[in-house]
């Protein structure tokens, strides 16, 4: 397996990262056997980035990634993600913390190597909060991630 430094950060993490989304559903749909046995598969080749998010399933993604992980025990990075909502905006740090607080429990872990915004950037805001204005990202999101990270909560942040 090849690996590369992911982006400014100082993780090495595998040319091939496991993508635990909705596509295939493994993460989301399968028995807990096939999905452990998929993950030490992945493992066993030198996979060593796990991808989720919490839209995954609603969550079911980061729990049975969490539940994997607590059986195997691997030396691996977690990546997940956040989406901001229109009744987030009156609250964006409250509703970064609580994302990743309720993430942080259904991984069952304590930190996250890497947790990123889950939104579009644009000049403006949309009526749906779908996309975040580039004020909205500069004086509220990376003030906020920049604090979980100080925290130990985060290892690194970054968008998506």
Request: aromatic content about 6%.
């Amino acid at each position: 397996m090849d690996y590369r430094t992911l982006g400014k950060t100082d993780l090495r993490v595998s040319a091939l990262g496991f993508g635990c989304g909705n596509v295939g559903g493994l993460m989301i749909r399968s028995e807990p056997s096939e999905r452990e046995r998929a993950v030490a598969r992945a493992l066993e080749l030198g996979i060593n980035y796990f991808d989720t998010a919490a839209q995954y399933g609603n969550g079911q993604s980061e729990k049975n990634l969490g539940q994997v992980f607590k059986a195997l025990k691997p030396a691996a990075y977690v990546g997940t993600k956040f989406r901001l909502t229109a009744p987030d905006m009156t609250d964006i740090s409250g509703a970064i913390n609580r994302a990743l607080e309720a993430s942080l429990k259904r991984l069952d872990m304590e930190k996250v190597d890497l947790f990123q915004l889950h939104n579009q950037v644009g000049v403006e805001r949309s009526a749906d909060a779908d996309m975040l204005s580039v004020t909205d990202v500069t004086e509220q999101v990376i003030p906020t991630l920049h604090t979980l990270k100080q925290q130990g909560k985060i290892q690194f942040c970054g968008m998506t």
